[in-house]
């Protein structure tokens, strides 16, 4: 008897710590202490607490208490009025007889960092690191970088912690995400708050809605992939735990006779693997959200080269698709144009290019002289912080007296042997660095691309080749580890290019 007294005993005290935890006052940890939050704005403030009972929301810059329902899933948001950037403030949320005080609170501008290794790239690695570390004592320049997690659902929360900028902690900050703010911050004279979300290696279907994949034709070869694997998953697995017993066995037997051992064996594309689909949209994108935002910046397109003919309808997809979840409206997003690398296609930078052109509110920092063909995470991460902020400021925040492009292809025109090349943003004019213009090819209908000259005439190039009597189209950069020599006279590099569409290695790769 006393055993069949005891189960539902048991059961109620687990039903009353399940109860007690879902009455708990919760915030996501986004909405925390040191946290910067979107200026005059409504910026949502959510969480958790049990259900039916009302969550009033304090701000030390206003009188107004806000009072919200918890709903039947114990879910709460409410929408706070900000005033102009300033700070610090405190924020109060109570719910019965509990309250979270949230301290040091900056009203700024707030901006997503995401992509892979680039923006991942630490400050700790840039050029005169040391020197950047010891500068960097900008207390309302504040980040947030959430944990790395893989998930198959959208989450409602993530780890990570907001961080001023500190000798103490920039070394571990986002590099382009840190001199992106640094930048905002010096020429707005405002807090910064960066909401970084990054992983080393990974495509952009990781960052992108299942949903939205798999409504695509476009992108049925990356689901078909993914659940081929799925379908296999515990095959794939046992052939993984043998390569891992077989590597126990030589990194043994490597250090019985002192040498080095192999490399461990790396996890099987599958679940919980980073370039799963929409694994990182669900687990590190998806938990903010609901934050206040002013716009994103984001570094990718290396792990996605090799399909970049398929780049070119996915990222604008991916872009749209944090837009449309956001609900903020299309929201300026900037992205980094791949830098040159001789293991790198040319064409993941013509579909950049393409993005730029096709979708609405973006914009994109070149980076054609600060990269290094040998390396593909080149070190000078200052300038291509500051080129995305030209961005921002120019288009963002209003400075029209900005030059915040290098020159980009414009329109085309052949003239008997010769091509004219027209550009956008050519600035205070068109300048050739270190001589006569180089990486120009031209080519007749049909027929190889030859090595040609190119001259500056005011706005325009004019490109030709001996023995090209009827041109047809040109190539500008169009090399894995080019380093071109086209600028405007502000000193920002004009884009690669190219005037012809045929088919390029590329194409047909999904």
Request: charge should be neutral; charged fraction near 25%; include cysteine.
């Amino acid at each position: 008897m006393s055993k069949r007294r005891t189960f539902p005993v048991l059961v109620l005290a687990v039903l009353g710590l399940i109860s007690s935890a879902v009455a708990e006052l919760k915030l996501p940890a986004v909405i925390s202490d040191n946290m910067v939050l979107q200026q005059e704005s409504r910026a949502p403030l959510w969480g958790w607490a049990e259900k039916g009972q009302t969550v009033s929301v304090s701000a030390s810059w206003t009188e107004r208490v806000r009072e919200v329902k918890v709903d039947e899933d114990g879910k709460w948001r409410a929408r706070v009025r900000t005033p102009k950037a300033g700070g610090p403030y405190t924020i109060k949320v109570s719910c019965g007889a509990e309250s979270i005080t949230i301290k040091d609170v900056l009203i700024g501008e707030v901006w997503v960092c995401s992509g892979q290794s680039n923006m991942e790239f630490r400050v700790s690695g840039v050029n005169n690191a040391a020197e950047e570390i010891a500068a960097a004592n900008y207390p309302q320049i504040r980040m947030f970088t959430v944990v790395k997690k893989v998930a198959d659902e959208p989450q409602s929360d993530c780890q990570g912690s907001w961080q001023a900028a500190s000798p103490e902690t920039v070394e571990g900050f986002s590099a382009v995400g840190y001199f992106f703010g640094r930048y905002l911050h010096k020429e707005l004279n405002v807090p910064v708050g960066l909401l970084h979300t990054s992983w080393g290696g990974t495509p952009a279907e990781a960052w992108t809605k299942m949903e939205v994949l798999e409504g695509d034709e476009d992108f049925k070869p990356i689901v078909d992939r993914y659940e081929s694997v799925v379908a296999n998953w515990e095959k794939i697995k046992g052939e993984y735990a043998a390569k891992v017993e077989e590597w126990k066995k030589a990194a043994a037997e490597a250090k019985k006779e002192g040498k080095r051992a192999p490399g461990y064996p790396g996890q099987p594309y599958g679940p919980g693997h980073p370039h799963q689909p929409a694994g990182l949209y669900n687990a590190m994108l998806a938990p903010l959200m609901p934050y206040r935002i002013q716009g994103a910046i984001w570094y990718q397109g290396e792990s996605n080269a090799g399909r970049s003919y398929q780049y070119r309808t996915l990222f604008p997809a991916m872009i749209e698709n944090w837009r449309a979840d956001w609900k903020q409206g299309d929201f300026p997003f900037y992205f980094v144009q791949i830098a040159p690398y001789s293991g790198q296609t040319p064409e993941i930078r013509e579909a950049q290019l393409i993005a730029l052109r096709n979708t609405k509110n973006t914009g994109m920092a070149v980076t054609m002289d600060i990269g290094n063909p040998d390396d593909i995470h080149p070190k000078n991460k200052q300038d291509v912080g500051k080129r995305l902020a030209l961005w921002a400021l120019a288009n963002t925040y209003g400075k029209k007296d900005i030059v915040y492009s290098g020159p980009l292809y414009k329109s085309m025109k052949v003239e008997g042997d010769k091509i004219r090349i027209a550009f956008d943003h050519v600035g205070g004019g068109l300048a050739a660095k270190g001589g006569e213009l180089t990486h120009f090819i031209i080519a007749e209908e049909g027929k190889d691309f030859v090595a040609a000259k190119a001259v500056i005439d005011g706005d325009t190039i004019v490109v030709s080749a001996d023995g090209v009597g009827k041109p047809a189209a040109v190539r500008y950069g169009w090399e894995n580890g080019a380093e071109p020599n086209l600028f405007n006279k502000e000193g920002l590099p004009a884009s690669p290019f190219r005037t012809d569409d045929r088919r390029g290695e590329t194409f047909g790769r999904y």
